[in-house]
């Protein structure tokens, strides 16, 4: 099983909503990253955890709390969120070799609109 | 902060023919370099790789060439075929986790 899986691929919410994003591999892998990425531009990176431990926050407004259940399972809380958090959220995952050569594999995305 | 561009945003080839895909990088200190294949309604997904040691690495009807002199890197695909058509993302890891990504080439394969 080389895949990552997301759901819900599509979530539509208001700005009073609570929602969560839940994303699952089943590869063994160690890593598992949240990005997101607005229409035409390149994913960006929000958080990493490693080995189920938050490792690398990239100054993401507290709106969004990553939470790492597992080694198989990451989601993403989401509450009070702006119009402007609209975008494609992909999950991925890599094995965490601790070197360099991370490679990643990504899920198909949760096309997220706020309203 | 230093990132990672691209020269071309869209491709235009004909079918049968090769595409190469251009991407410039600042970080030297990177050691890891990637190519992603991002097509509609999908995340990325993994074409090829390169490490900072090599200057060149193929794969099925892809090639990865990287000159560190210059800090380019280039995908060439080979026959390109309608399957082809999709954005093509660069990426860069200089250690641990932060693979950062170019801005993207779409690729239009005519016919």
């Known amino acids: 099983d080389t895949e990552v899986t997301q759901t819900p691929k599509h979530l539509v919410m208001g700005m009073t909503n609570k929602k969560s994003l839940k994303c699952e591999q089943h590869?063994?892998?160690?890593?598992m990253y949240w990005y997101k990425q607005k229409a035409k531009k390149p994913p960006e990176l929000m958080f990493v955890?490693?080995?189920?431990?938050?490792?690398i926050n990239e100054s993401v407004p507290s709106r969004f709390s990553p939470e790492c259940p597992n080694s198989s399972l990451l989601n993403l809380h989401l509450h009070a969120l702006q119009p402007e958090d609209s975008a494609l959220y992909l999950c991925?995952?890599?094995?965490?070799?601790?070197?360099?050569?991370?490679?990643?594999?990504f899920g198909s995305g949760t096309q997220l609109s706020v309203l | 902060g230093e990132s990672v561009g691209l020269h071309l945003p869209t491709l235009s080839v004909q079918e049968g023919d090769n595409s190469i895909i251009n991407c410039a990088y600042s970080?030297?200190?990177?050691?890891?370099f990637i190519w992603y294949k991002q097509e509609s309604g999908k995340g990325p997904q993994f074409i090829i790789d390169?490490?900072?040691?090599?200057d060149k690495r193929q794969g099925q009807r892809v090639t990865v060439l990287l000159n560190k002199t210059v800090k380019h890197l280039s995908l060439q695909i080979a026959a390109t075929q309608p399957g082809d058509s999709a954005v093509y993302f660069c990426?860069?890891?200089?250690?641990?986790?932060?693979?950062?990504f170019g801005a993207g080439t779409r690729l239009f394969v005519k016919a």
């Open positions: 390169i490490r900072s040691n090599m």
């Open positions: 970080n030297s200190a990177s050691d890891y």
């Open positions: 990426a860069e890891n200089p250690g641990g986790f932060k693979t950062i």
């Open positions: 991925a995952s890599s094995q965490d070799t601790g070197a360099a050569d991370e490679k990643l594999f």
């Open positions: 590869m063994g892998h160690r890593a």
């Open positions: 955890y490693s080995y189920e431990k938050l490792s």
